[in-house]
Nanobody, 125 residues
Framework: QVQLVESGGGLVQAGGSLRLSCAASVRTFSRYTMAWFRQAPGKEREFVATITGSGGSIYYADSVKGRFTISRDNAKNTVYLQINSLGPEDTAVYYC??????????????????WGQGTQVTVSS
């Protein structure tokens, strides 16, 4: 069983930045591909970014490419999402997810077995 706990969300002005963290309680963290998804009010949960266990392969949704950076520290069992140049369209609950059998490039939410509870990001204009 994998438990994921996100943190780092909050209220930020447009143009600002945040760093989200997701801590995993699992002994073999490096075996898991990790991803971030987000869900805005009234919308479906959408893919944001994914990173393989070694960190060697990373993939972003087109809507965040160039503004968001996913990274991981396997020694700390933590994955991060640095989000810059925030706009109101980025307002959502951000979820981290973990899985071991991921179909490339990792944007299918059904591939992920474990999910955190989410952290709210609200961007004011």
């Amino acid at each position: 069983q994998v438990q994921l706990v996100e943190s780092g969300g909050g209220l930020v002005q447009a143009g600002g930045s945040l760093r989200l963290s997701c801590a995993a309680s699992v002994r073999t963290f490096s075996r898991y591909t990790m991803a971030w998804f987000r869900q805005a009010p009234g919308k479906e949960r959408e893919f944001v970014a994914t990173i393989t266990g070694s960190g060697g392969s990373i993939y972003y949704a087109d809507s965040v490419k160039g503004r968001f950076t996913i990274s991981r520290d396997n020694a700390k069992n933590t994955v991060y999402l640095q989000i810059n140049s925030l706009g109101p369209e980025d307002t959502a609950v951000y979820y981290c997810a973990a899985g071991t059998y991921i179909t490339y490039p990792g944007r299918n939410r059904n591939d992920y077995n474990y999910w955190g509870q989410g952290t709210q990001v609200t961007v004011s204009s």
